[in-house]
């Protein structure tokens, strides 16, 4: 198992500096490459990053304060937070353009999909509740009470559990997706503010915004098993595909904390822009993306030589949702 973990590894990491190194031959210069969605709070829109480019290539309003984003699997939807608005703008992908507005609790500040697209999951951080959206009827199907202050969320590879960090109470709640009941709840650090499962769904790794650690969970057991340092402030955070690395986004510390999920130690610590906040791992584990609120900036990290490019987006990036190609037709 040992072995062979290593040698995906190297596949990783060759398969991502190929990519590097003729990414912009290979691909037609008219033809996006794969894109980044970057919420703007300050400026209620959403910039659309070809990363390929470096560069901006549109910019979607939506609505009063958008918080965070998420992109369905397929990555034809993006679903936005409107934290001042109270409501999820739902944005066509193909199209650029928001096709309806659900309202849902107070603030909600945090999105996830699940793996097939049948539910939309919202934190309200004001309300201290996760609205259910029907992807399909696009209306709210259930509101479930959990701890206070709600923000970071995950649903399990399965689909059958979502995991919702509540930053007021230092918890982190076990919703059963099918019933929409809470389980149960385990303790974690401070604040708790994001959340980011292995690849497997074995370990759940959860960053800790006033105790600057980030908690490493046994999902199985349920019990946290390791509290790692890293940071000033960690927000954001992202888990490799092949499950060897974890991102972490330090808003007060001005870097990214990586951290090897064997040794549990931090390994590397990455420059970026000002107020690093929210962190998009890209889906090939090449690239990681991170927004820089203070800045109006978005890092993009690579993950075989953790070099640094840095794009313009608009005012007061949050939330980012990454997607390995373009939509078709785009």
Same mark, same amino acid.
């Given at each position: 198992?040992?072995?062979?973990?290593?040698?995906?590894?190297?596949?990783?990491?060759?398969?991502?500096?190929?990519?590097?190194?003729?990414?912009?031959?290979?691909?037609?210069?008219?033809?996006?490459?794969?894109?980044?969605?970057? /919420?703007?709070?300050?400026?209620?829109?959403?910039?659309?990053?070809?990363?390929?480019? #470096?560069?901006?290539?549109?910019?979607?309003?939506?609505?009063?304060?958008?918080?965070?984003? /998420?992109?369905?699997?397929?990555?034809?939807?993006?679903?936005?937070?409107?934290?001042? /608005?109270?409501?999820?703008?739902?944005?066509?992908?193909?199209?650029?353009?928001?096709?309806?507005?659900?309202?849902?609790?107070?603030?909600?500040?945090?999105?996830?999909?699940?793996?097939?697209? *049948?539910?939309?999951?919202?934190?309200?951080?004001?309300?201290?509740?996760?609205?259910?959206?029907?992807?399909?009827?696009?209306?709210?199907?259930?509101?479930?009470?959990?701890?206070?202050?709600?923000?970071?969320?995950?649903?399990?590879?399965?689909? *059958?559990?979502?995991?919702?960090?509540?930053?007021?109470?230092?918890?982190?709640?076990?919703?059963?997706?099918?019933?929409?009941?809470?389980?149960?709840?385990?303790?974690?650090?401070?604040?708790?503010?994001?959340?980011?499962?292995?690849?497997?769904?074995?370990?759940?790794?959860?960053?800790?915004?006033?105790?600057?650690?980030?908690?490493?969970?046994?999902?199985?057991?349920?019990?946290?098993?390791?509290?790692?340092?890293?940071?000033?402030?960690?927000?954001?955070?992202?888990?490799?595909?092949?499950?060897?690395?974890?991102?972490?986004?330090?808003?007060?510390?001005?870097?990214?904390?990586?951290?090897?999920?064997?040794?549990?130690?931090?390994?590397?610590?990455?420059?970026? #822009?000002?107020?690093?906040? #929210?962190?998009?791992?890209?889906?090939? #584990?090449?690239?990681?993306?991170?927004?820089?609120?203070?800045?109006?900036?978005?890092?993009?990290?690579?993950?075989?030589?953790?070099?640094?490019?840095?794009?313009?987006?608009?005012?007061?990036?949050?939330?980012?949702?990454?997607?390995?190609?373009?939509?078709?037709?785009?």
């Amino acid at each position: 198992m040992t072995r062979n973990r290593h040698i995906a590894g190297r596949t990783t990491a060759v398969l991502c500096a190929t990519i590097a190194l003729t990414g912009l031959a290979a691909a037609p210069p008219e033809r996006p490459g794969p894109l980044v969605y970057v /919420a703007n709070l300050h400026s209620d829109t959403v910039s659309v990053v070809d990363t390929r480019a #470096g560069t901006v290539v549109d910019s979607i309003p939506v609505g009063d304060g958008p918080d965070s984003a /998420a992109l369905s699997p397929d990555g034809s939807r993006l679903y936005v937070t409107d934290s001042a /608005a109270d409501t999820v703008s739902v944005v066509d992908t193909r199209t650029r353009a928001v096709v309806e507005t659900v309202g849902v609790g107070r603030e909600p500040s945090r999105v996830t999909v699940s793996p097939d697209h *049948r539910s939309v999951y919202v934190a309200n951080v004001g309300a201290g509740t996760v609205s259910v959206i029907s992807a399909r009827t696009l209306a709210v199907t259930d509101t479930i009470a959990v701890g206070d202050a709600p923000l970071g969320l995950v649903v399990t590879p399965d689909g *059958r559990t979502l995991y919702v960090a509540n930053a007021g109470a230092d918890s982190v709640s076990v919703v059963r997706t099918d019933t929409g009941t809470v389980t149960g709840a385990f303790r974690v650090g401070g604040g708790p503010t994001a959340l980011a499962l292995a690849p497997d769904g074995r370990h759940l790794y959860v960053s800790n915004l006033t105790s600057d650690d980030v908690s490493v969970v046994d999902t199985r057991s349920g019990t946290e098993t390791d509290r790692i340092p890293v940071g000033d402030q960690p927000t954001g955070i992202g888990v490799l595909p092949d499950g060897r690395r974890v991102y972490v986004a330090n808003l007060g510390s001005d870097d990214v904390s990586v951290i090897s999920t064997r040794s549990r130690t931090v390994t590397d610590t990455v420059p970026v #822009g000002d107020g690093p906040n #929210g962190l998009a791992v890209g889906p090939d #584990g090449c690239t990681v993306h991170v927004s820089n609120f203070e800045s109006d900036t978005l890092s993009v990290i690579d993950t075989s030589t953790s070099a640094t490019a840095t794009v313009p987006v608009g005012d007061g990036p949050t939330g980012v949702a990454a997607h390995a190609l373009s939509p078709a037709g785009v």
